[in-house]
């Protein structure tokens, strides 16, 4: 195949793999139908049958010494190709040369057929090309002088030209495929060179936030660590992305143990940053407060104040929404107060939603906001509380996969499992959960505590 400065040794191996794919289906092709065909010569031109079939034979020889060597042919495809060809140009040139006009015009066939079987299967250089054209122009013109009876015209009119014409048509049609290919495995070349880089690249981001939800998991409480504190406790906790928006939040202080499900503005990367911005922020207001209210009030100011949210940066509207309890362990009274998140409690058997106040954390939104309330509850043993982010009731599924699973499916799940363990609760809510969200992509980040009091 032609050196071409413009492309690079991996399009010239990918042609080649692919000329050397085709012209080896060219050369057994010939093998096979070639002496076939010399059945056809048995009835159409019986006188020089045995002549055609040692001619045929002979091309089918040569083809076969090319299978025989053809894996040392990869780096010249176009040799494997070129055996048959010029082969059967020759023999055909010998054939037509002996046939009388009405035989010609049946054969004419079998060149067009050549031509075109080349322009479908061959990929070369057009010198390849112009080469079986003018050897078989060559040959006709002398097999023609020396055997064929017929004059000029009578060899043009029934056959040359239409054969000339074809053979003109074909090497426009192996130029124009062999280019198309090129420009295909250059496409598909650069392709895949982009998308290999793409996928570093791709690696490189997943690997540098699998290595900041390290530092996340780092920071927020796990499970296991928020059982330590309070042992019949559950934690569901399935973050849409690699990181996560949301968190649960648990600290001790005395005799009182303070618990939250946090729900940042935004999921992946951008809450995450988010969840780190409030969780130290939630840290600070505790050291200041000891009511669930005057923290939350605590925390909103030091979430616009670290946003700049107060004059620098008036158009950002990130926070959060967040259920605080505050529990007493000695008195069991629960404190509650919440910014766009309720509380679910069954206390003595009997469900109650504490609501919450309607304003988040941090935004601009001034208008309607007034200091954070608390809502205070004896609770006894066996009393259990409930509360998550919205992006569980925010999860669209069912049966048609839009409708979402909204809080009453939630409150209708604590109403009538709460006699449950926690570790039973939170496999209900797992299986739900997946089984209304099916195929549908996970909306947001999902978190949801339950504690059962001893």
Same mark, same amino acid.
């Given at each position: 195949?032609?050196?071409?400065?413009?492309?690079?040794?991996?399009? /010239?191996?990918? !042609?080649?793999?692919?000329?050397?794919?085709?012209?080896?289906?060219?050369?057994?092709?010939?093998?096979?139908?070639?002496?076939?065909?010399?059945?056809?010569?048995? =009835?159409?031109?019986?006188?020089?049958?045995?002549?055609? !079939?040692?001619?045929?034979?002979?091309?089918?020889?040569?083809?076969?010494?090319?299978?025989?060597?053809?894996?040392?042919?990869?780096?010249?495809?176009?040799?494997?190709?070129?055996?048959?060809?010029?082969?059967?140009?020759?023999? @055909?040139?010998?054939?037509?040369?002996?046939?009388?006009?009405?035989?010609?015009?049946?054969?004419?066939?079998?060149?067009?057929?050549? =031509?075109?079987?080349?322009?479908?299967?061959?990929?070369?250089?057009?010198?390849?090309?112009?080469?079986?054209?003018?050897?078989? !122009?060559?040959?006709?013109?002398?097999?023609?002088?020396?055997?064929?009876?017929?004059?000029?015209?009578?060899?043009?009119? @029934?056959?040359?030209?239409?054969?000339?014409?074809?053979?003109?048509?074909?090497?426009?049609?192996?130029?124009?495929?062999?280019?198309?290919?090129?420009?295909?495995?250059?496409?598909? &070349?650069?392709?895949?060179?982009?998308?290999?880089?793409?996928?570093?690249? @791709?690696?490189?981001?997943?690997?540098?936030?699998?290595?900041?939800?390290?530092?996340?998991?780092?920071?927020?409480?796990?499970?296991?660590?928020? /059982?330590?504190?309070?042992?019949?406790?559950?934690?569901?906790?399935?973050?849409?992305?690699?990181?996560?928006?949301?968190?649960?939040?648990?600290?001790?202080?005395?005799?009182?143990?303070?618990?939250?499900?946090?729900?940042?503005?935004?999921?992946?990367?951008?809450?995450?940053?988010?969840?780190?911005?409030?969780?130290?922020?939630?840290?600070?207001?505790?050291?200041?407060?000891?009511?669930?209210?005057?923290? !939350?009030?605590?925390?909103?100011?030091?979430?616009?104040?670290?946003?700049?949210?107060?004059?620098?940066?008036?158009?950002?509207?990130?926070?959060?929404?967040?259920?605080?309890?505050?529990?007493?362990?000695?008195?069991?009274?629960?404190?509650?107060?919440?910014?766009?998140?309720?509380?679910?409690?069954?206390?003595?058997?009997? =469900?109650?939603?504490?609501?919450?106040?309607?304003?988040?954390?941090?935004?601009?939104?001034?208008?309607?906001?007034?200091?954070?309330?608390?809502?205070?509850? /004896?609770?006894?043993?066996?009393?259990?509380?409930?509360?998550?982010?919205?992006? &569980?009731?925010?999860?669209?599924?069912?049966?048609?996969?839009?409708?979402?699973?909204?809080?009453?499916?939630?409150? /209708?799940?604590?109403?009538? @499992?709460?006699?449950?363990?926690?570790?039973?609760?939170?496999?209900?809510?797992?299986?739900? =959960?997946?089984?209304?969200?099916?195929?549908?992509?996970?909306?947001?980040?999902?978190?949801?505590?339950?504690?059962?009091?001893?």
């Amino acid at each position: 195949m032609k050196e071409n400065t413009e492309t690079s040794p991996a399009w /010239q191996t990918e !042609l080649q793999k692919t000329a050397y794919k085709y012209h080896s289906i060219v050369i057994w092709v010939a093998i096979v139908l070639n002496p076939i065909w010399a059945i056809g010569d048995y =009835f159409t031109v019986p006188d020089y049958f045995i002549p055609f !079939l040692i001619y045929r034979l002979s091309v089918t020889a040569a083809c076969l010494a090319v299978v025989a060597f053809k894996s040392k042919l990869e780096q010249r495809p176009e040799i494997i190709a070129f055996v048959p060809f010029f082969g059967i140009s020759l023999q @055909n040139a010998y054939m037509y040369s002996v046939m009388n006009v009405e035989q010609l015009q049946k054969h004419t066939f079998a060149y067009i057929a050549l =031509f075109i079987g080349a322009g479908m299967l061959v990929l070369w250089d057009k010198r390849y090309s112009i080469a079986i054209v003018l050897i078989s !122009l060559v040959a006709n013109i002398i097999h023609f002088a020396i055997n064929s009876p017929l004059v000029l015209d009578q060899i043009l009119i @029934n056959g040359a030209l239409l054969t000339a014409t074809v053979a003109i048509f074909t090497i426009v049609l192996i130029q124009t495929r062999t280019a198309l290919t090129k420009k295909e495995i250059i496409a598909r &070349l650069a392709l895949s060179d982009a998308n290999a880089e793409l996928e570093i690249k @791709n690696k490189a981001i997943t690997d540098s936030i699998n290595y900041a939800k390290n530092i996340q998991y780092s920071v927020v409480p796990t499970e296991e660590a928020i /059982q330590a504190i309070i042992p019949n406790t559950f934690v569901y906790y399935r973050p849409k992305d690699i990181v996560s928006g949301d968190f649960p939040f648990i600290f001790q202080k005395n005799d009182n143990i303070y618990m939250a499900t946090v729900d940042c503005t935004g999921h992946g990367v951008p809450g995450a940053f988010m969840s780190l911005v409030g969780y130290f922020a939630l840290h600070q207001a505790l050291e200041k407060n000891e009511k669930p209210s005057e923290i !939350l009030d605590t925390l909103h100011q030091l979430i616009v104040k670290n946003l700049g949210q107060d004059s620098r940066n008036q158009k950002s509207n990130d926070g959060m929404d967040i259920a605080l309890c505050k529990i007493n362990t000695n008195t069991r009274v629960l404190e509650f107060s919440g910014a766009h998140r309720p509380l679910y409690v069954i206390r003595s058997g009997v =469900f109650e939603e504490i609501k919450s106040d309607k304003f988040p954390i941090g935004g601009t939104q001034t208008r309607n906001r007034v200091p954070y309330t608390d809502v205070n509850l /004896q609770l006894q043993a066996g009393d259990s509380i409930y509360f998550f982010t919205d992006g &569980l009731q925010d999860q669209f599924g069912g049966p048609d996969g839009r409708k979402k699973l909204m809080s009453k499916t939630i409150k /209708q799940m604590v109403i009538e @499992n709460h006699h449950k363990t926690m570790i039973e609760f939170k496999q209900l809510v797992d299986a739900y =959960f997946l089984n209304w969200k099916g195929d549908q992509k996970q909306t947001d980040d999902v978190l949801m505590i339950g504690c059962k009091l001893e």
